[in-house]
C-alpha cells in the first residue's frame, strides 16, 4: 500500500508471510531458492505463473508434488535420476516425451516398458 519496492531479501527479514499470489502482485523477481527462503506454499501452477526458472533440483527442493505432464509443461531438463529423487510416476511413454536417455536409466527407474516404448 506504500508503494514500497520490495525484493525478496526484505521479504524474508520483514518475516512477511506471503503467499504466491501476493508475491506476484508484488513484482518480485524470485529464485527457486528465495521462495524456499519464503517458505512460500507453492503449486506448479504458481512456479509456472511466477516464470520462475527452476530445474530439477530446484523443483525437489521447493518440495514440489509434480507430475510428469507438468514437469514437461515447465520445460524442465530431467534426466532418469532427477524424475527418480523427485518420486515421478512415469509410464514409458512418458520417459520418452521427456526425451532423457532411456535404456540401463528405464530398467533403473522400474519402469514396466516393452520394446515399442523402448
Known amino acids: 500500500e506504500m508503494g514500497l519496492a520490495v525484493g525478496a531479501k526484505e521479504v524474508v527479514e520483514m518475516g512477511l508471510v506471503v503467499a504466491a499470489k501476493e508475491v506476484m502482485e508484488m513484482g518480485l523477481a524470485v529464485g527457486a531458492k528465495e521462495v524456499v527462503d519464503m517458505e512460500l506454499?507453492?503449486?506448479v501452477k504458481e512456479v509456472v505463473e511466477m516464470g520462475l526458472v527452476v530445474g530439477a533440483m530446484g523443483v525437489v527442493e521447493?518440495?514440489?508434488v509434480v507430475a510428469a505432464k507438468e514437469v514437461m509443461e515447465?520445460?524442465?531438463?530431467v534426466g532418469a535420476k532427477e524424475?527418480?529423487?523427485m518420486g515421478l510416476a512415469v509410464r514409458a511413454k512418458v520417459v520418452v516425451e521427456m526425451g532423457p536417455?532411456?535404456?540401463a536409466e528405464v530398467v533403473e527407474m522400474g519402469l514396466a516398458v516393452g520394446?515399442?516404448?523402448v
Open 41 to 43: 506454499v507453492v503449486g
Open 62 to 64: 521447493m518440495g514440489l
Open 74 to 77: 515447465m520445460g524442465l531438463a
Open 83 to 85: 524424475v527418480v529423487e
Open 101 to 103: 536417455a532411456v535404456r
Open 115 to 117: 520394446a515399442k516404448e
